[in-house]
């Protein structure tokens, strides 16, 4: 049997492994590759994507669905932070992708029927830390929160995922929006976790609400945490349409190490996807 560093070397060649059960890529089926766990030395890719699942999708399965499903198999991510999912969409999502759970935290109610909210999509054996996942103030109409989920494996890894309020008036609204996601982080990492968090934090990298999640090495930091686009630089590709602002981030702990990252654009949403590679120590 190949092993899965074996696997992710065939993939990333463009080899189609039938006989692992690895669908070809770009194929409309249920990814049913083997899910990657957080081991010490493995890697860790994580995906963090603003889906606009309710104004540009209307809640609706395709082509959104399939896209994320893709994406995920074809960049071998780990886990997927996504923003703006609908309850339909997540229901279809956890069909499509059988090894991995849909962890769903809801945020409002009224864009989508069901509801609307982020995800973190990881392997199965994750489990939501209900103890680091809370509702945030808000100001505007949705219910916002932060949600972690720690991924299978021995290496005590945490993947949480938010989005912050977007009007400018609600400045004030986001910097307590930061202040708790970062505490619930620190905490996390106090407590031995390997965390990475992300999401659509609706922030420029020089917004005075980051500086709670950039470290001391950065301008302004007062965190403890580096930022997928390198050190030590508060800057980097724009995540919205068309290559705007940067609003969308990863940023992650100690015992991981950035092994690189890229910003995607695609057509099927006015974000772009944010994929970051690290290796777990």
Known sequence: MLSSRSLGALLAAGVVVVSAGIAAPGAHASVVAPAPRADAGEAVVVMSWNIAGGKQHGGGVEPIVPTIATAIRERGVTAAVLNEVCASQATALRKRMPRYTVHYFLAESDRCRGGIGNAVV??????????????????????????????????????????????????DVRQRQARITTD????????????????????TPRSPQLDEFYSRLYAGGRGVLRESNGCCGRRGPGTTRNGGKKIDYFFFSRRLDRTGSRVVPTRFSDHRQV?????LR
């Open 184 to 203: 619930l982080v620190e905490r996390m990492v106090d407590r031995g976790y390997a965390v990475v968090a992300g999401g659509d934090l609706n922030a």
């Open 122 to 171: 990881a392997p199965k054996g994750s489990t939501r830390l209900k103890r680091f996942s809370r509702g945030l103030p808000s100001g505007d109409s949705y219910v916002r929160n932060v949600g972690c989920v720690r991924l299978p494996g021995g290496g005590k890894v945490a993947v949480c995922g938010t989005h912050h309020s977007f009007e400018v008036r609600l400045a």
């Open 275 to 279: 994929v970051l590679r690290t290796r």
